[in-house]
């Protein structure tokens, strides 16, 4: 190698290690300021989740406790990031009940289901589209098969999210449980027992669901008709019958008990 | 001063406060003391606050010359305090295990 070459291509070699040791350290620190609003984006939504006269007292309240549990964890960004996620979410689910909005009995039971099966919904969405695209780069020829796959798991997510969301099943065991099981089933293949098997109980399952929804509903339709009535004592026993160790209502028993 | 259905939660947190009815409370020091998350702990507060057993206050500070922003303190009302202890008594003597279970016949089992 000449020493002309040398000299040029040495300090192109060093210049492109700073150049690319500074772009990893901006990226590291984009991602990082990213991650740390988080928390603060989950109390922004939950603000919108509260009546506007209530908003600016409330987010005050929380965004100075963020500020505070992230004080508290300097230096610590994994801490900082778990805890603060952890508070604002929580914050983000029971938003209406902090408030005292008891305009939440319209969708009793259904909130956090539907706020956690659209954040799953998002997630899965991306994961197959990720998983299409990849497979797809790999090996061309998989992409209809890729696609079939990710088409299917995506309906079938919107089926369990939707029928979890419908009957306030917990969707934190179905989601996954129900992702597995269709991966699985994809996975042996089409007209396999497992595929086969996998469809019935699918099928046998959402009507199982729906069937539980229609009776929670009319339950629920009841039990306003109870409050509607006035008839408080008998809507805190089948309040406690039909949610057993729920304490969210105790605002609109509260107010039913106020009225004259 | 409302009545707040009272609950395990609801208990948890009142003994909280009756240990100093005194001491102004922050949410997250809460949290940490009942070892609830927000999501259970702020509504308890909103009820109680609401229903007129706790005041809840912003704190007097100079965001600026503080160097954060104002957070907010809980502390019970006079009433409050009456009440939270009535609850505690009531419900403690509800809920202490009857005689024949009492800590002698675990010993003596």
């Given at each position: 190698?000449?020493?002309?070459?040398?000299?040029?291509?040495?300090?192109?070699?060093?210049?492109?290690?700073?150049?690319?040791?500074?772009?990893?350290?901006?990226?590291?620190?984009?991602?990082?300021?990213?991650?740390?609003?988080?928390?603060?984006?989950?109390?922004?939504?939950?603000?919108?989740r509260v009546p506007t006269k209530q908003r600016e007292d409330l987010t005050g309240e929380?965004?100075?406790?963020?500020?505070?549990?992230?004080?508290?964890?300097?230096?610590?960004?994994?801490?900082?990031?778990?805890?603060?996620?952890?508070?604002?979410?929580?914050?983000?689910?029971?938003?209406?009940?902090?408030?005292?909005?008891?305009?939440?009995?319209?969708?009793?039971?259904?909130?956090?289901?539907?706020?956690?099966?659209?954040?799953?919904?998002?997630?899965?969405?991306?994961g197959a589209l990720a998983g299409t695209l990849w497979l797809a780069a790999k090996n061309p020829p998989a992409v209809v098969i890729a696609g079939q796959?990710?088409?299917?798991?995506?309906?079938?997510?919107?089926?369990?999210m939707v029928a979890a969301a419908k009957t306030a099943t917990p969707w934190w065991w179905l989601a996954p449980a129900g992702l597995s099981a269709g991966n699985f089933a994809m996975a042996a293949g089409p007209n396999s027992p497992a595929h086969i098997g996998f469809g019935v109980l699918f099928g046998c399952g959402v009507c199982y669901l729906l069937y539980k929804n229609r009776q929670l509903q009319r339950r629920i339709k009841s039990l306003k008709a109870l409050i509607d009535a006035?008839?408080?004592?008998?809507?805190?026993r089948e309040h406690d019958l039909l949610f057993p160790g729920c304490t969210e209502c105790a605002e609109i028993i509260l107010t039913a008990q106020m009225k004259p | 001063m409302d009545d707040v259905r009272i609950t395990l939660a609801v208990l948890h947190v009142l003994r909280q406060f009756t240990e100093d009815v005194t001491k102004p409370r922050y949410g997250y020091d809460l949290m940490r003391a009942t070892g609830y998350p927000s999501g259970k702990l702020y509504p308890i507060l909103g009820r109680l606050d609401?229903?007129?057993?706790?005041?809840?206050?912003?704190?007097?500070?100079d965001p600026a010359e503080a160097g954060r922003p104002a957070r907010y303190t809980y502390v019970l009302t006079e009433g409050g305090a009456t009440r939270a202890r009535q609850e505690l008594a009531v419900n403690s003597a509800k809920l202490s295990p009857p005689p024949h279970l009492g800590l002698r016949s675990l010993r003596d089992a």
């Open positions: 190698m000449s020493a002309t070459l040398l000299i040029v291509l040495v300090p192109l070699a060093v210049g492109f290690a700073l150049a690319r040791a500074v772009l990893a350290d901006i990226a590291n620190e984009e991602a990082r300021t990213r991650l740390e609003r988080i928390p603060f984006a989950l109390l922004d939504l939950a603000a919108r929380w965004n100075a406790e963020l500020d505070h549990i992230i004080a508290r964890t300097e230096g610590l960004p994994l801490s900082r990031l778990v805890r603060g996620v952890r508070f604002a979410a929580g914050i983000l689910l029971r938003a209406p009940d902090i408030a005292g909005d008891l305009s939440r009995l319209r969708k009793l039971g259904t909130t956090a289901g539907r706020i956690a099966s659209g954040a799953l919904l998002a997630a899965a969405g991306l796959v990710s088409v299917g798991l995506s309906w079938f997510t919107i089926g369990v006035g008839d408080v004592s008998a809507f805190t | 609401r229903a007129g057993w706790l005041s809840r206050q912003r704190e007097d500070i």
